[in-house]
């Protein structure tokens, strides 16, 4: 379950083109890292996989079901499908909003009706799993970068996603919380979860994703295949200036 198929996406903010004609399918369970230059689009697909922005062309569907405007006017299907695949932004700013790190967690169970010791079991499993106990009482705001980071996955897992989503996963932290994050990563990855992810930082997502989507500065697919073969292919990301 969580398979994705984009055929031809389409994209533009205002006269500016976004993507252009953006196919792909990813299987239930896989694992893939979405790289370009600056300005190629990455950030603009993650959002429409997410169901935060709608395909101006082509079609998305998830495990064969059109995601579209209409789709996402339905609440009912709306609030089902945003439970089964999570976005972390790369700004946590932008998700944190609750006034300690165990509310922050426990928002979405809640919102899902879940029992108040089942979402209590989902926090502590959530807090445990990205070893932020000791932030449990703390408030989202006041703590590190790479804390927030933590945070904000764990409060997205809480939903038990099919399909986790993220947007430049290590930015901003320091090599020991990439390598932590990587770790968290490659484990759920390992549980069945799909992992969809963009990303520059190829040294410290090693191990994370099996496969590769490049996209252009001209916002298309240019290549898509085995993670490790593309990025140490120097001359070719040098040429679409990714490096």
Request: charged content about 25%; aromatic content about 6%; glycine content about 10%.
């Amino acid at each position: 379950m969580g398979s994705i198929v984009l055929d031809n996406i389409q994209y533009a903010y205002g006269e500016y083109r976004g993507l252009d004609g953006v196919s792909a399918s990813i299987n239930a369970g896989a694992s893939v890292a979405v790289i370009g230059p600056n300005g190629s689009g990455k950030s603009t697909l993650l959002k429409i996989i997410n169901g935060l922005l709608v395909p101006s062309g082509g079609t998305y569907t998830f495990d064969g079901e059109r995601i579209d405007g209409r789709f996402l006017k339905d609440a009912k299907r709306a609030k089902r499908f945003h439970q089964r695949i999570g976005f972390v932004f790369q700004n946590s700013d932008t998700q944190l909003f609750s006034p300690t790190v165990y509310e922050e967690i426990a928002f979405g169970p809640r919102q899902m009706g879940l029992s108040d010791d089942e979402v209590h079991k989902r926090v502590l499993d959530c807090l445990s799993l990205l070893a932020i106990d000791r932030l449990k009482h703390r408030e989202p705001h006041h703590l590190s970068e790479g804390e927030k980071k933590k945070v904000a996955i764990a409060a997205v897992l809480s939903l038990n996603p099919e399909v986790l989503v993220l947007d430049e996963p290590m930015d901003g932290l320091d090599p020991k919380t990439k390598g932590a994050v990587r770790e968290v990563l490659i484990t759920l990855n390992r549980s069945g979860k799909c992992i969809i992810g963009a990303t520059h930082e190829f040294d410290y997502v090693k191990g994370v994703f099996s496969r590769a989507l490049v996209l252009s500065g001209e916002h298309t697919v240019v290549r898509e295949g085995n993670f490790e073969t593309i990025v140490r292919n120097r001359a070719f990301l040098r040429r679409h200036n990714i490096l």
